[in-house]
């Protein structure tokens, strides 16, 4: 075991309920095992043993007790230092662990020659203090922080090294917690798709649903005062508005990504909050459709063209933005896809998050060295 990568989530590639933090976390696994021998620490109770079989990285699970949050509180830290101490017991320290967001403590349970990097790339550490999300999401921050004991700022401050998905989450993570961005190591997404060789249904519009903050209300705005478009709504069946209007279809979840882009000719992203990335806009783009982000957070950084992005919430003025984007050529799409492939293409996303975890293994080695 050379990297050891520790999770609290690790569902399967057609698990329902994908986020854009489990699909990099795969895609960062994958990267990291072209060069090292990977171990995985799981303790998600619905990781999927034989579908991760045959990945190029070794996964080991181990559950948790269902603790309430009383009990979340007396032991999970506690369970993580644990398991981690004997893992390494068993197989030997790694040159770099690796923990996301609530598996931090595995730090403090690695010998002190090991180099140590955090995986972030949303605001699930940042606590109440957290100045882009609204106050009902601060309050849940607040509560993952007393769980794992205001440990959060201290070991991400200790790390060796802190990959992120955005300039924009680096720039928090600073303001936040007062790191170095030297210790920065922006990992440009992976957007390995597709595009489908048909034109997209003319008047279609897409969008992806995970909760009333990726603002659907604003949606059905705009589906009521546009009748001749199509909405079509991907993602959850909760947390809708009570008057669906008959030009908005609700899909559910699609296990088919490239499927589901290619079902939409214009995609919007007209999130409440500061979002840390993207992964709607660029994989949308990437399979040759048009996108409409709100210009804040790091969906700006998701988009090459001005066009694809607009201030606020106006919904005359969204409106009269996606009739333009409706109305642009193929060609047009075509060449901007090309662009967001090559951006977010598999392979730049590989050697800089190689390029990443072998800097921050040779700083460690540097510090301990001194």
Not at 156 to 173: V, Y
Request: charged share 25%; hydrophobic share 45%.
């Amino acid at each position: 075991m050379e990297l050891l990568f520790v999770t609290q989530f690790l569902p399967s590639p057609s698990a329902k309920g994908q986020t854009g933090g489990t699909i990099s976390n795969r895609n960062l696994l994958t990267a990291l095992a072209e060069r090292w021998d990977v171990v995985v620490l799981s303790f998600d109770p619905a990781t999927d043993m034989a579908v991760f079989a045959s990945e190029p990285y070794r996964v080991i699970r181990a559950v948790p007790p269902r603790w309430r949050a009383p009990g979340l509180f007396l032991h999970w830290l506690d369970f993580v230092r644990t398991e981690v101490r004997q893992l390494i017991g068993e197989e030997g320290a790694p040159r770099l662990c690796l923990a996301t967001t609530s598996t931090l403590a595995a730090f403090d349970a690695v010998p002190e020659e090991c180099a140590t990097a955090a995986i972030i790339q949303a605001y699930e550490n940042f606590g109440f203090a957290c100045p882009h999300v609204p106050l009902a999401k601060r309050v849940a921050l607040a509560k993952q922080s007393v769980i794992r004991k205001n440990q959060d700022g201290r070991l991400l401050r200790e790390a060796d090294g802190i990959l992120t998905n955005s300039e924009f989450m680096a720039q928090a993570l600073h303001d936040r917690f007062g790191i170095d961005r030297s210790a920065m190591n922006i990992v440009p997404q992976a957007c390995d798709v597709t595009p489908s060789a048909e034109a997209a249904p003319a008047n279609t519009v897409g969008f992806v649903h995970r909760g009333p903050d990726k603002n659907i209300a604003f949606v059905v705005e705009l589906a009521k005062r546009s009748p001749e478009l199509t909405y079509l709504v991907y993602g959850h069946d909760g947390d809708l508005p009570a008057e669906i209007p008959p030009n908005m279809k609700l899909c559910g979840w699609a296990s088919n990504r490239e499927a589901m882009f290619a079902s939409a000719k214009l995609w919007l992203a007209p999130s409440l909050w500061a979002e840390p990335f993207g992964r709607v806009s660029i994989e949308a783009q990437a399979c040759d459709r048009a996108v409409l982000v709100v210009d804040r957070g790091g969906l700006p950084e998701t988009v090459m063209d001005d066009r694809f992005k607009i201030d606020g919430f106006d919904a005359g003025r969204w409106l009269e933005r996606m009739q333009a984007l409706l109305a642009l050529p193929r060609d047009e799409l075509l060449a901007n896809g090309k662009l967001i492939r090559e951006a977010f293409s598999q392979q730049r996303h590989d050697a800089s998050a190689i390029e990443a975890a072998a800097a921050i293994i040779e700083k460690s080695q540097e510090t301990h060295f001194d």
